[in-house]
């Protein structure tokens, strides 16, 4: 199934989340849980010594240097390397008839860590992952006694650093491995996929497919669709196939196609949401017209008679869902909209006058130039209009061709640029590629 909307994470947006990420690791590391060491070790011209460590805390880690890549076909690499770790813990000797105790400090250098993230999908469109290989190697462990016979310690310090490099290294794939199936899988079966926009429309973004690995970025394929929530139907038409381009200078790029616009149109049309009234308080005081009889009177003249000086206001409705297509060049987009024109009584009643059909011969996208979001997104040249009912008897609607580009030039168009994404903090960039938008930015991340 072709996806409604993909986003791609590239090596930049990974670089980016590894930065932010990073201290949330040294804290998951730094709460490892070691075991105590015990055993015994035979120390030339003293004889068998028996050794315990206990209580073995971790004091710090810390990384240094820590890179994540995308693998094609398998997920995320994550590779981390010269980091250290400070530890403390409590010893106790025996050998012979002598017994002592005390505490020890342990320095653990450059250690090297690499982890494989094999990302997928379920039945469901939610994500999976798991840890096919995980490697740790440790250079070098110091550990330093404290205590009366220090100069005993010594003598058999690299057996218990070779077996605390050996646990270590054991531990942190350990605990990566329960980590990702405890907590992260566990996390991504929980995650929806659907969302409620409000009380009336949902949308749905599974994953029509498995996250896509390449060398230089991860990509997801979502389904994108709108849907009301009293009833979902059918959408009458298939996603078109999407050519996302090799763009990887930003962070994060998102492609919504133009079935995830019309699917929107769709769901709003069939909720009847697609309704919006035009009325005088919503004319800019700057745009000298006055929304009653007596200026369309100079057009209707049986106004004049039937309802002089009235207040009036316009009802506008979608006859049928708004369908876009997206091109390199932009987006066309043509409505169809029926006008109500009624005239408001002095007991606030509505008179229906007469219902126009409004086409338009030419709606679209601004240039979509680098950092032009700043302008309104549609843009409306010519409408077309025509009767299609009347109570005032007929008239030449040519005439109101001025009248009714004031009304949606001024007051619809820029109600519905608000509806639309704007400018936002990141630096990001717009343009139009075959059968869907692509919306490219640099994030940056705002703890709570």
Same mark, same amino acid.
């Given at each position: 199934t072709n996806p409604g909307f993909v986003v791609r994470i590239t090596q930049a947006g990974l670089d980016y989340a590894q930065e932010q990420g990073i201290a949330i690791l040294e804290k998951e590391l730094a709460q490892l849980k070691l075991p105590d060491i015990s055993g015994d070790s035979r120390v030339l011209r003293v004889g068998k010594v028996h050794y315990e460590l206990s209580r073995l805390r971790l004091r710090d880690f810390q990384l240094p240097y820590s890179r994540i890549t995308p693998i094609?076909?398998?997920?995320?690499?994550?590779?981390?390397?010269?980091?250290?770790?400070?530890?403390?813990?409590d010893w106790r000797v025996k050998f012979l008839f002598i017994r002592d105790h005390g505490s020890f400090d342990?320095?653990?250098e450059n250690i090297y860590i690499k982890i494989l993230l094999r990302l997928g999908s379920d039945t469901t469109g939610r994500p999976t992952i798991s840890t096919p290989d995980c490697s740790a190697h440790i250079s070098k462990v110091r550990v330093l006694f404290s205590g009366k016979l220090a100069w005993l310690y010594n003598?058999?310090?690299?057996?218990?650093? @070779?077996?605390?490099?050996?646990? *270590? &290294?054991?531990?942190?794939?350990?605990?990566?491995? =329960?980590?990702?199936?405890?907590e992260l899988q566990t996390y991504m079966r929980t995650l929806p996929v659907t969302a409620k926009i409000d009380n009336k429309f949902g949308i749905a973004y599974s994953l029509?497919?498995?996250p896509r690995a390449t060398a230089q970025s991860l990509d997801a394929d979502l389904k994108g669709e709108f849907y009301s929530l009293a009833h979902r139907s059918p959408v009458p038409f298939s996603p078109l196939p999407l050519a996302f381009p090799s763009d990887h200078e930003r962070m994060v790029y998102f492609g919504a196609s133009s079935y995830f616009f019309?699917?929107?149109?769709?769901a709003y049309h069939e909720a009847g949401a697609l309704v919006f009234e035009i009325t005088e308080a919503m004319i800019p005081k700057d745009v000298e017209f006055k929304?009653?009889?007596?200026?369309? @009177?100079?057009?209707?003249?049986? *106004? &004049?008679?039937?309802?002089?000086?009235?207040?009036? =206001?316009?009802?506008?409705s979608a006859p049928t869902a708004p369908f876009l297509t997206i091109g390199p060049g932009g987006i066309s987009f043509q409505p169809i909209v029926d006008a109500q024109a009624y005239a408001i009584l002095p007991n606030s009643s509505l008179a229906p006058l007469f219902l126009l059909s409004l086409v338009s011969s030419d709606t679209a996208c601004g240039d979509g130039a680098e950092g032009s979001l700043s302008s309104p997104l549609l843009s409306l040249?010519?409408?077309?209009?025509?009767?299609?009912?009347?109570?005032?008897?007929t008239f030449q609607v040519r005439m109101m061709q001025s009248l009714m580009?004031?009304?949606?030039?001024?007051?619809?168009?820029?109600?519905?640029?608000?509806?639309?994404?704007?400018?936002?903090a990141a630096q990001r960039f717009l343009s139009f590629s075959q059968n869907f938008l692509l919306l490219g930015a640099d994030v940056r991340f705002q703890p709570r």
């Open positions: 094609s076909n398998v997920g995320l690499q994550v590779s981390i390397s010269n980091a250290f770790a400070e530890l403390d813990g342990l320095k653990v003598l058999f310090h690299r057996v218990i650093e @070779s077996r605390l490099r050996k646990i *270590l &290294e054991d531990k942190v794939c350990d605990n990566v491995a =329960k980590s990702v199936h405890n029509v497919a498995p019309n699917t929107a149109g769709i929304l009653d009889t007596s200026v369309f @009177s100079a057009f209707i003249p049986q *106004l &004049e008679e039937m309802y002089p000086n009235m207040p009036m =206001k316009f009802r506008l040249c010519r409408i077309r209009l025509s009767l299609k009912d009347s109570a005032v008897g580009n004031i009304l949606t030039s001024n007051v619809l168009l820029p109600h519905l640029n608000v509806q639309l994404p704007g400018p936002v």
